[in-house]
Nanobody, 115 residues
């Protein structure tokens, strides 16, 4: 079993930046994919960014050019750098890892962007 713990959320003004971290309890080297999702109140959970074991990344248009996902296998950590934040980025952000056919989720961290 693997635990994922997110950190780095908080309150920021529009236009500001935050960096989220996702620390895994075990090595993420063999994880096929690590990703960040978010869920706003009353909305479905949506993909924010994903990175494969080979380093390929994927972003939806809503965050492309503003968010950057990266992984440090040596530190068992995945990061999400968020720049030019907008009020509509307000949500709980979750880390997700995929290893073979197993999915792992963190407990989430709140990001609030004020206008």
């Amino acid at each position: 079993q693997v635990q994922l713990v997110e950190s780095g959320g908080g309150l920021v003004q529009a236009g500001g930046s935050l960096r989220l971290s996702c620390l895994a309890s075990r090595s993420i080297f063999s994880f096929n994919e690590m990703a960040w999702y978010r869920q706003a109140p009353g909305m479905q959970r949506e993909l924010v960014a994903a990175i494969t074991s080979g380093g390929s990344t994927n972003y939806p248009e809503s965050v492309k050019g503003r968010f950057t996902i990266s992984r440090d296998n040596a530190k068992n950590t995945v990061y999400l750098q968020m720049n030019s934040l907008k009020p509509e980025d307000t949500a709980v952000y979750y880390c997700r890892g995929i290893k073979v056919v197993s999915y792992y989720w963190g407990q989430g961290t709140q990001v609030t962007v004020s206008s």
